[in-house]
């Protein structure tokens, strides 16, 4: 029975490789907009519908990555700032992620009403890590995942939305649990083309925590993209469907614009965010002239 459940074991992380290809290494940079929107939510007659008025924040979303030599794993930046509401905008978001083994991620926060810089505590030995932006998105959710932080399982197959996908398991390693708030994940991944259509999110207590579920995807060229989702907190019974309503691939950033200097100084940050904007309105008018052709 070994020499199977090894091969499975390997074709699970084999598999999970592809999605890393295909999710985190298939662009170099990316320009967003993106809407977030959170409520708290019941249930009656099997249906799910907000308990208030969901919270909604608007914000454009910068990153670039490159993989350093002799590395399977990239060093990534990415900024994400709030441009609506009106109450919360100019918060702002830093995130470094390194290829380093054991590196965690740097996050900072922003927050204008105290003209501060906050870091983002990564989880020690309870708490989850910061939410983004107020949403059911965690920092950890937001981070990269690396294949070398986790053991594989294949669980077999199923459907998500129509889609063949496999079911595995993920267990974060010794390593990579001290920094967790996961005992364990299941994802869903689709066949074709190797991304991720949902993950089941236990905690460390192995209670069903979160629901993460891919609503649509898009291909921009040669990648393929989750433009809409939700992230469903099980236990607070909170939700954040959030949506990327412009995305362009490829942008040329500058390195300095996905540093601190642009949490704090406006004006650098804006004249960066104009230009790199600009990139996001062509994209638009070549797709509407695309569409347009017979």
């Known amino acids: 029975m070994a020499a199977p459940t090894a091969s499975l074991a390997q074709d699970a992380r084999e598999i999970m490789i592809k999605v890393d290809d295909a999710t985190n290494h298939s662009y170099s940079s990316s320009v967003r907009l993106v809407k977030f929107s959170t409520c708290r939510y019941s249930i009656s ?3 799910l ?6 919270r909604v924040v608007i914000f454009e979303s910068f990153s670039k990555s490159h993989r350093p030599p002799g590395r399977r794993d990239n060093d990534n930046k990415g900024l994400d700032v ?7 905008k100019n918060t702002a978001m830093l995130s470094w992620g390194y290829a380093e083994d054991d590196k965690a991620t740097d996050f900072w926060v922003y927050l204008p009403v105290l003209s501060k810089v906050r870091r983002i505590v990564s989880v020690a030995d309870s708490g989850e890590s910061g939410a983004v932006f107020g949403s059911e998105v965690s920092a950890e959710d937001a981070d990269v995942k690396k294949v070398r932080d986790y053991t594989y399982e294949m669980l077999g197959e199923d459907t998500h939305r129509g889609r ?14 001290k920094r967790s708030y996961y005992g364990r994940i299941v994802s869903y991944v689709d066949k074709e083309r190797f991304i991720v259509l949902k993950e089941d999110l ?15 995807v898009e291909q921009f060229g040669e990648v393929w993209m989750a ?12 939700i954040t469907h959030w949506e990327h309503s412009d995305v362009v691939l490829n942008v040329d950033i ?10 704090t100084d406006f004006a650098y940050r804006e004249r960066h965010m104009q230009l790199y904007r600009k990139y996001l309105t062509q994209e638009k008018v070549g797709t509407q002239q695309a569409a347009a052709k017979p």
């Open 45 to 47: 007659g099997g249906k």
């Open 49 to 54: 519908s907000c308990a208030e008025k969901p």
């Open 82 to 88: 709030i441009i609506q509401p009106i109450s919360d």
């Open 164 to 177: 063949p996908v496999w079911k595995i398991e993920l267990t974060p390693t010794a390593s990579r649990s």
């Open 202 to 216: 236990y905690d460390r207590t192995g209670r069903h925590y979160k629901q993460y579920s891919v609503l649509e």
């Open 227 to 238: 433009t809409k989702a939700v992230m469903n907190n099980l236990t607070k019974r909170r």
């Open 254 to 263: 500058d390195d300095e614009f996905l540093s601190q200097r642009s949490l």
